[in-house]
């Protein structure tokens, strides 16, 4: 079965990495993940547009638990499958130009082994399964941060460690209560455990609700739980940073969506208010404290934290328009964050620094290199005719029909992106040169070959956005009637 393979092809790759010492490592890392895109390109061409569930592989793992090795493929997995095939190729690549990686065999495995630990979370149709996915993506990031990591990586890393595992710990035990609560023999099996979860009483929803909640809320992360968030994405090596903000956050929106909805949904429409405000006060103060940075990286580490606030805020409406908002700014944040931070990568190779106020004048000595910046910013504050409009167009309507106020607090995410962004490209890219920027080299082959493919993308899904929304449409719509 191709869900199969969609596992077992990154989890080989990384085992025979292990063997590939030297350089070689990172040209056949690149090699097997850009053969990952073959059965995700099947997976596409293949996919019914429809609610159900396709590529199913299910066989008993553990009978006398109920416990199967369940995954497969419908609207919403299908699209985060793809950000993630989509994204590691590049992420892998923006490595290429590094000379300071020890062991890039181990590293390079440690990221594949995460992308299949990834696609396991988008794939479990096991409760049980996904807990192991959830978790098993956890270890790979977590030594690229420790070994390969910046400054007081260590205390930070564990930081990091500790409130991701306190809060799956949380999810293990309301998973485990309402896994108690299926008939006969019991079952982790996804569609018994909707069925069980929404039997329960409101108390005991809204108990299971927060053991749910907290976990994926560690993992977006929204306020008040992301203070593990800006030193992580600060301190990690630059490909780590793009791993945890590009796909690992999106764990966090899809466990809300696929499982914690419908699973206890009378607790989500007690608490779905408290979960808004907590999302927006998050976009709004994580967007101030970014305005005031200096630091290139944390500047764009706390947009982070309001954009994934701005989607979380989006899922709990239980509109369309919220849930189909949050499809595709997943994906939108996904592609952008993963731009900003390589560009900033390169601007401190260059320059030595990342702080603000010793940059300048880059656009008249590399104008293509600000250009294509230029781009991926104006998607990131949601330009229209961008890739970051839609789904923030979307976001805000459905926030509208859950509250014209509500709306209008989270709105301000635009207004205050746009301060913040367009105050580091004015300080990065224009006015007078600096002495760090004086021989500020213009884009070579290799950094083209990633930013004009970013570029390319900002502006097709900005321009035709049907594809996308289409895909994730019908189970969207299939799963707001399991919310009622």
Known sequence: MISGLLLLLPLVSSLLLLFIKGENAKKAALAFSLAQLIPTLIVLAQFTHDASTQFLLDFWWIPSLGISFKVGIDGISIVLILLTNLLVPFIILSSFHKKNYDK??????????????????????????????????????????????????????????????????????????????????????????????????????????????????IKM?????????????????????????????????????????PMVPAGVHEWSSFAITLSVIGVVYASCIAIVQKDFKRLVAYSSIAHVGLISAGVFTLTIQGLQGAMVQMVSHGINVFALFYIIDEIEDRTGTRNLNELGGVR????????????????????????????????????????????????????????????????????ELKEATFKFPDMNTEEMSILIPVVLMVIAFGLYPKPLLELSEPAITKLLTLTK
């Open 364 to 431: 008249s000595i590399a104008p293509k290199f600000a250009t294509a910046f230029m781009i991926i910013m104006l998607g990131s504050v949601a330009l229209p005719l961008t890739n970051g409009f839609i789904g923030e167009f979307l976001l805000i309507n459905g926030l509208y029909q859950y509250g014209a106020w509500t709306a209008a607090v989270a709105g301000l995410s635009i207004i205050l992106g746009a301060i913040y962004m367009l105050t580091a490209y004015q300080k990065s890219m224009l006015g």
């Open 221 to 261: 992360p929204i306020f008040p739980f992301h203070t593990w968030q800006p030193d992580t994405y600060t301190v990690a090596p630059t490909q780590g940073t793009m791993l945890l903000s590009g796909i690992m956050l999106k764990m966090g929106i899809y466990g809300v969506i696929r499982w914690l909805l």
């Open 104 to 217: 890039p065999h181990v590293f390079y495995s440690l990221i594949l082994l995460m992308q299949m630990a990834l696609l396991g979370v988008f794939m479990a149709m096991d409760g049980f399964l996904f807990y192991i996915f959830w978790e098993l993506a956890l270890i790979p990031i977590y030594f690229i941060c420790l070994i390969w990591g910046g400054e007081n990586r260590a205390r930070i890393t564990f930081k990091f460690f500790l409130y991701t595992l306190l809060g799956s710990l949380f999810m293990l035990v309301a998973l485990i209560y309402i896994y108690l609560q299926t008939p006969g023999s019991h079952s982790f099996d996804i569609q018994a455990l909707y069925t069980a979860g929404r039997a329960l009483p409101l108390a005991t929803q809204g108990i299971l609700f927060w053991g749910l909640f907290v976990a994926f809320a």
